[in-house]
């Protein structure tokens, strides 16, 4: 009943719950625009019913995203309020910026989208889809430019009376290193996601003959979609995990269980860590490929976490550097491990949808079904190397966790919202969930005309 953990626990739940929505949003609203161009640009009504089926999808996922986001803002105030104070002037920024541009602008245009079918010309009405689009990507950059600074703070100064950070620089903020890695490094993953989304239902679909010709089509545009989702989203990963091993060397040093110093450093596929005694009791290794992914050849020196740990507290001061190293190892190598299936099942989806070649491969429209589990695990896992890798910190390098939670909120208020929110957002995202499943493998003529 420690109030830190709680609030650490229920912030954590809240956050995981609401990213099941946020890249489907971010992937499926791009799709769903270029369905509704190529419509416009052939004139083929079965673009314009693509856009329509799968724009239910969006739509309702867009809904309980909205809904569960709401709650992580009230947190920073009623959890978080030190931390609030401490840094609120620079966080605030960004967090406007998205809800007064962004997020009302994908609002307004997502309304004109669902009711202006028949009341706009084709082009103006594949605008309003855009502008979706792009008003929930730019919702998602501002909300990574708050979280940049917390990554790695830029822009800011600290009040010699208050120890408050204050921002000096705005285009800094903006343009913090991180978030050029971080926003592209979402984006695509996002499109990833919905690109398997879309490949589920349409493999659902294919097994049982419904429509074959509408979601073969559909097939094909999102394993392609899928495919260039999952390359980007390696590729990116990997120039981020670069720019993580300069800037935040601990984080990295536990995403692969690296207790001492090597060089050159090995790539652990395998090991049971004991971090009480700091070290692995087993650990299967490829010698010389951390080097290279740090530092693109074989013969760097990847520092260990012994040693970092020294350097913090040199730094810093006394105190608890050593980031949660199991949690951290194994969240790594199932974002990793996700994305490689990833990139092979949308391969195989690109070279198999061509000349109707799936039609005899069963196996791989069933295994395609439950693939989508894949990039929300990725996208999970992620998330939790972001966060619990750079402990003890909230704001790196300026202010700990221990330091930013409210003082002067009780345990049992913090633990019944944690069991209250836990319950809503398990409802929310059932429900979702059962909606997506009930429109996804439902008839398509009905499913357009509902609009």
Not at 78 to 105: C, H, K, Q, T, V
Not at 192 to 197: E, I, R, T, W, Y
Request: without cysteine.
């Amino acid at each position: 009943m420690n109030p830190l953990s709680l609030a650490r626990w229920q912030f954590a739940i809240t956050t995981i719950f609401h990213f099941f929505f946020v890249p489907l949003t971010l992937g499926l609203s791009i799709f769903v625009a270029i369905l509704e161009t190529k419509y416009v640009r052939t004139g083929d009504e079965m673009y314009k019913k693509m856009a329509k089926f799968w724009g239910k999808i969006f739509l309702i996922n867009f809904a309980i995203g909205v809904v569960s986001g709401i709650v992580q803002e009230f947190q920073f105030g009623l959890n978080w309020s030190e931390y609030s104070r401490f840094m609120g002037d620079i966080f605030g920024a960004p967090l406007a910026i998205e809800a007064l541009l962004a997020f009302y602008m994908e609002s307004t245009f997502i309304g004109l989208w669902i009711f202006g079918w028949d009341k706009l010309s084709k082009k103006m009405h594949l605008a309003t889809i855009w502008l979706v689009a792009i008003g929930s990507n730019i919702s998602a950059l501002w909300i990574l430019i708050a979280n940049s600074f917390m990554q790695h703070p830029e822009g800011y100064a600290i009040d010699p009376e208050t120890g408050r950070a204050l921002m000096s620089n705005f285009g800094a903020l903006v343009f913090n290193p991180n978030v050029l890695l971080q926003f592209p490094h979402v984006l695509t993953a996002g499109i990833s996601l919905a690109g398997f989304v879309v490949m589920a239902f349409s493999a659902w679909h294919l097994l049982r003959k419904h429509d074959v010709t509408f979601f073969r089509s559909s097939f094909r545009m999102a394993a392609i979609y899928a495919l260039i989702g999952s390359v980007l989203v390696a590729t990116i990963g990997h120039f981020q995990g670069q720019f993580l091993v300069k800037h935040q060397p601990l984080k990295m040093a536990a995403a692969e269980a690296l207790w001492k110093t090597e060089q050159p450093a090995p790539f652990s596929i395998f090991a049971i860590i004991d971090e009480e005694n700091r070290t692995n009791r087993v650990n299967i290794e490829i010698p010389s490929i951390l080097s290279f992914l740090s530092y693109n050849n074989f013969t760097g020196k990847v520092e260990g976490i012994n040693d970092l740990v020294v350097q913090a507290e040199s730094k810093y001061g006394p105190g608890d550097y050593i980031p949660p190293v199991a949690l951290n190892y194994w969240s790594f190598r199932t974002m990793v491990g996700a994305g490689a299936l990833m990139i092979v099942i949308a391969l195989l989806g690109v070279l198999w949808s061509k000349d109707q070649k799936l039609d005899d491969k069963t196996w791989f429209l069933k295994a395609t079904m439950f693939s989508a589990i894949l990039p929300y695990l990725a996208a999970t896992t992620g998330w939790i190397l972001a966060e619990t890798g750079r402990w003890p910190w909230i704001v790196f390098g300026l202010q700990k966790v221990e330091a930013a939670v409210s003082p002067n909120v009780p345990a049992w208020n913090v633990a019944f919202s944690l069991v209250l929110m836990a319950v809503i957002y398990t409802v929310f995202t059932v429900v979702a969930y059962k909606l997506a499943v009930k429109y996804g493998t439902g008839d398509v003529a009905i499913k357009t005309e509902e609009y």
